[in-house]
């Protein structure tokens, strides 16, 4: 194409994209119509308050962000141009001018080749910048010519310097990610996924791909996504709004099972017991053993009738509740139900007559019937079963001496409502909830850095999930917690998905090829089986800075810092845990604005980030500060650092005093 030629296209796509804003805004003017006028039309209160909420959502859904672009690729096929973005715009006739990248013809976008070109001649990604479109490329399938990874947008779209949270890559999903997105609803995927290789992305895009298609049922039974902190979670939570999704519900575990406050932490090794599978085996055993026999009729004096159920129906009726396997307090009001229906043939055979609503409700809690309930199968709660087991957990059969007195209450509260819970008794309370009553499981539930999820919080997680499907991400080299999985087969049995695929990625989008080449370093020292990560990235620095003394350090950082800060996008240190208050104090004496990752407020361009909170995150210049600490701090220190030196986009220094923690050196 002449470059007259393609500045007559240009134009012609611009003119289209601000038709299309137009025709946005035209659409959102009528959904705001009818959200203001919604509560006249419907017939009830009920409905009106339903329809708001839809209009609401709707009116929202529509937003345009003049920042990002409406439409980022073309796609001609057969006679027709289809532009493909970020969500349907339709003329005034209801002629498609925006494709949403979910429906079925876009598809096409990101899968089309030269070997299976799917009818698409040319396909046109489009360069913008601020919303404004600058720029296009295309590749002509059908005289054979394809771009692939060498795409000049794709490659300065993975190369923008990185600010603020986490963005949408709707513009430029691989072929091999876009397998993975548009997965069916009934398949539960578990992605095993190198550093940077988009897991996250993929995982939230499939939670959008997914409300697309079956917008109605997953509405209802709704989508969840857990990550594993608060500051991780508010990085990603911009990326579903910003493609149109605002009803994901987006927790941490703990926040997704906390039915108690958070008062008290755990030593190691009770953590390590609670978090253990053979602790659900022990409550349920625990609960189930408090069912008894019974030991005396039930009599009741009913004016002036006498009713009395006898030991052996007794018996029979808690028998076969057991047998049905239900929930245990469902178990219990089914005995209830049955020992009224006993009262009630009886009443009817002297009486003649059929007893009303108000006799059966007078029955079901009648002294003699709660008596023989309390002693038979008696009321529990999870905060009493749990407690139970903490103060005295001798009966546990499955654990060790050891690790019964690791759990046991030093001192016992006086009810289990004052107990000081942990983190790992959220885990317990969750269990014991589960075996009381059934939880509702939401349609799909996507779990990210799922490598560290503990037997008992996969069972956490299985129980929310046991009707839907869910979407597994993480890397097993990336697994800092004491119970990190080696196998990814042992957490989806934990989540009741055992067959489950396991799908591998490989090609990194963030961290360029010589600081990943110096992460894998410690991959075969991380006693993990997992595919080396490949970096699509040419670009980016590495530094390796040794500084003779120890007490240089810190001051060694703050040039680098300095150094750093003439550079465009975020900066991070990352440093143990320990180092991060006195970093943080030398940065304020040099008048350097800062502030760390779960201070979701901060707008500072430099964060100090203690390394147990860095998963997940990542920054434009990384500054590792004393490898060998963190390394030390914990025991899977070499899984956190390879975490650690897998955060940056462009460059990463690695400051030491100390040697360099043995596998990095090898040359
Ligand atoms: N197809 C893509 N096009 C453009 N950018 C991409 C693409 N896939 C991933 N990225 C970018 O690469 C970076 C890493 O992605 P993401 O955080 O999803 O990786 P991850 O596999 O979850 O990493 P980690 O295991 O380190 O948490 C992000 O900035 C993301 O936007």
């Not at 001609?76 to 209801?94: F, L, W």
């Not at 049955?338 to 809690?365: A, C, D, F, H, I």
């Not at 019937?369 to 529990?380: D, S, Y």
């Not at 919080?457 to 119970?483: C, F, N, V, Y």
């Amino acid at each position: 194409m002449s470059t007259f030629d393609m500045q007559e296209e240009l134009a012609a796509e611009r003119s289209h994209l601000t038709e299309s804003r137009a025709a946005l805004k035209r659409m959102r003017g009528r959904a705001e119509a009818l959200f203001s006028t919604g509560d006249k039309v419907a017939g009830d209160a009920y409905t009106a308050e339903q329809l708001g909420r839809h209009m609401a959502r709707r009116v929202k859904e529509l937003a345009d962000d003049p920042d990002t672009p409406l439409f980022f690729g073309r796609l001609d096929i057969e006679e027709s141009a289809y532009h493909v973005g970020r969500r349907h715009v339709t003329d005034d006739a209801g002629e498609p001018m925006v494709l949403d990248w979910r429906a079925p013809l876009s598809r096409s976008f990101y899968r089309a080749s030269v070997r299976d070109p799917q009818g698409v001649a040319t396909r046109r990604r489009f360069g913008f910048v601020k919303g404004e479109l600058t720029s296009f490329e295309d590749e002509h399938l059908d005289r054979g010519e394809e771009l692939g990874t060498s795409s000049r947008i794709l490659t300065a779209e993975i190369e923008r310097p990185r600010v603020g949270p986490m963005r949408d890559i709707v513009a430029t999903i691989q072929p091999e990610q876009d397998e993975l997105v548009r997965a069916e609803l009934g398949d539960s995927i578990c992605v095993q996924g190198a550093p940077g290789t988009g897991k996250t992305a993929v995982g939230l895009h499939r939670a959008a791909f997914l409300l697309y298609l079956h917008r109605e049922r997953l509405r209802r039974s709704g989508v969840l996504i857990v990550g594993p902190n608060t500051a991780f979670l508010s990085y990603i939570s911009a990326v579903l709004p910003t493609l149109g999704e605002v009803e994901v519900q987006q927790s941490t575990l703990d926040e997704l099972i906390q039915r108690a406050k958070i008062k008290a932490t755990d030593e190691p090794a009770a953590a390590l017991v609670k978090n253990d599978v053979r602790m659900a085996e022990t409550l349920k055993t625990l609960l189930w053993n408090r069912i008894a026999e019974p030991a005396e009729p039930i009599m009741v004096s009913d004016g002036s009738y006498r009713w009395r159920i006898d030991i052996e129906p007794l018996r029979r009726i808690i028998d076969e509740a057991r047998r049905e396997d239900l929930p245990y307090s469902v178990g219990r009001e089914r005995v209830r139900a049955r020992v009224v229906g006993l009262l009630q043939r009886q009443s009817e055979y002297r009486t003649g007559n059929s007893p009303g609503e108000t006799w059966l409700r007078k029955m079901s809690r009648i002294a003699p019937v709660t008596g023989f309930l309390e002693a038979c199968w008696p009321a529990v709660t999870p905060e009493s079963l749990v407690a139970e087991l903490l103060t005295d957990p001798s009966a546990a059969e499955l654990l060790t001496e050891e690790e019964r007195e690791a759990i046991r209450w030093a001192k016992p509260p006086k009810t289990a409502k004052s107990a000081r819970w942990t983190t790992g008794d959220l885990l317990l309370l969750d269990e014991a909830a589960g075996l009381l009553e059934r939880e509702n499981s939401f349609g799909h539930v996507v779990v990210d850095e799922a490598q560290d999820l503990s037997p008992m919080a996969a069972r956490a997680i299985a129980r929310r999930s046991e009707h839907g499907s869910i979407t597994l991400l993480g890397d097993l080299a990336q697994g800092t917690a004491p119970w990190a999985t080696t196998d990814w087969r042992e957490i989806l049995a934990h989540l009741g998905k055992p067959d489950a695929s396991v799908v591998p990625l490989t090609v990194g989008f963030r961290v360029p090829e010589a600081v990943v080449t110096l992460a894998n370093r410690l991959l075969p020292a991380l006693g993990v089986n997992v595919p080396e990560a490949v970096s699509l990235r040419r670009d980016g620095d590495l530094a390796v800075i040794p500084v003779a003394e120890p007490d240089e350090l810190d001051a060694r950082t703050l040039v680098e810092v300095t150094a750093a800060l003439e550079h465009e996008g975020s900066i991070a240190i990352i440093a143990a845990d320990a180092a991060v208050d006195r970093l943080r104090g030398h940065l304020t004496a040099a008048g350097i604005g800062h502030a760390t990752p779960d201070d979701l407020e901060a707008e500072a361009r430099v964060m100090v980030v203690p390394a147990t909170l860095v998963k997940g995150l990542e920054y434009d210049h990384v500054i590792v500060h004393e490898p060998a600490d963190i390394v030390a701090a914990e025991p899977r220190g070499l899984n956190r650092l390879y975490v650690v030196l897998t955060r940056a986009v462009t460059r990463l220094s690695v400051l030491h005093a100390k040697p360099l923690p043995e596998p990095l050196n090898i040359d």
